[in-house]
């Protein structure tokens, strides 16, 4: 299947486009580069044409444009933030969590390796302002504030000595200066504090969910296939630990162009994608490979897309990022784990369906093969979405008279009309609930 051509290059009249807040221009692409996507229209654009070249950048470009990777990392770039650097020193906690391993290993050893110098410098200008060094040949009565310290080496020595409170008993501290017991304490303290904060950074940067969140799969592809007799988008979501997960909630967002009442365009516009799982049940027990279904109906945010049949070759339709995000609690550690991947149109495939992954072993245990998890099979029938009718006006017979033609009609309260009619909706609502209710659960574990 290929891409099809992004709204972008449908017109040649620039339109006022909201992408994320921001003014900007539908004619340019939402990454840069791919500029000759509007010149593939042009006339004459062979095969081997730079229409034709252009054309091809720009649907490679859109295939791989996303707000979010597969493995659920931001592809979003921040630009021209004034007093970004400010922001972040203020929540430096935050900042050192974020920060990549080699760089925050970098700033741990740096971190002592400058404060044993700096320190060093200092109990150098001690020495030197009471004249312990060497050059000026003290004499042999004369008590240094630190022994044994007359050289600026011998002052990160001692700097290092104490900070780590090694202490191998030939450089000490002596009661003559003041100063120098003052400068001690002082660094003993701050460097404290230092090495309590970089070192809760570095438990909490371990502690994180994050590695947790990668031991959950989602299925490389998403399937529409009927189920219950409707059409409905499928995902398949895994547990590879036998720690479970609690209070799962899988949830999608659409992120799509849209187009106001007010004929403003909208980049990358969020709609609701709800998702259910086999038992219907909020909080689903993911001990085992479980499908989740998003049923498309009149109210699904992709009902227009699935009205063509999976819409490729309709450019405003084949438009879109499918963003799943699955929410948990980490059992050991009570933590909250969050796991995210997208799903681009040709990554949804139209009439498939998962194979099942769950056997039965001879011994007696169920067994989870994941070599059929990111398997697909064509499914006999294609979905088949129908769209309903639009609603037909009411039918006004007016009487001659002006009254209604019928018995009723004559001298009848539109106010009362209305209310007889919302009691009969609402009692219709209340059987439908009944005979739903009192239908048998119908549950599908798992695709076993």
Known sequence: MT????????????????????????????????????GAGGPGAGAG??????????????????????????????????????????????????????????LFAATFAGTWFVFGVLWYLVALVHGDLLEFDPPSNHTPCVMQVQTLTAAFLFSLESQTTIGYGFRCITEECPAAIILLIFQLVLTMVMEIFITGTFLAKVARPKKRGETVKFSQNAVVSSHEGRPCL???????RKSLLLGCQVTGKLLQT?????????RLDQRNVPFQVDTS??????????????????????????????GWMDPDLADFELLVILSATVEPTSATCQVRTSYLPDEILWGYEFPPVVSLSASGKYVADFAFFDKVAKTKTLPLFKQPPPPSPPAQQAHPGGRGAGPEGRGADPE??????????EERGRERGRVRDSSPLNVRISNV
Request: net charge positive; proline share 5%; glycine share 10%.
């Open 258 to 266: 849209s187009l106001t009442k007010e004929g403003e365009t909208v």
């Open 416 to 425: 009362k009309m209305r209310l007889e009619e919302s009691y009969r909706g």
């Open 234 to 240: 499928m995902i398949r979501v895994a547990n590879m």
């Open 281 to 310: 049940s909020d909080s689903p027990f993911l001990i085992l490979p479980l499908t989740f279904y998003h049923i498309i109906d009149d109210t699904s945010p992709m009902r227009h897309w699935a009205a063509k049949g999976g």
């Open 49 to 106: 044409s730079p229409g034709a070249v252009a054309a091809g950048a720009a649907c490679a470009l859109r295939r791989r444009r996303r707000v979010l990777s597969k493995d659920g990392r931001s592809n979003v770039r921040i630009e021209h933030v004034s007093g970004r650097g400010a922001l972040y020193l203020r929540d430096l906690w935050t900042t050192f969590l974020d920060m990549q391993w080699r760089y925050k290993l970098f």
């Open 3 to 38: 891409s099809a051509t992004p709204p972008s290059s449908q017109g040649s009249s620039p339109q006022k486009v909201c992408h994320s807040q921001t003014q900007t221009d539908l004619t340019k692409p939402l990454l840069g580069g791919g500029g000759g996507a509007g």
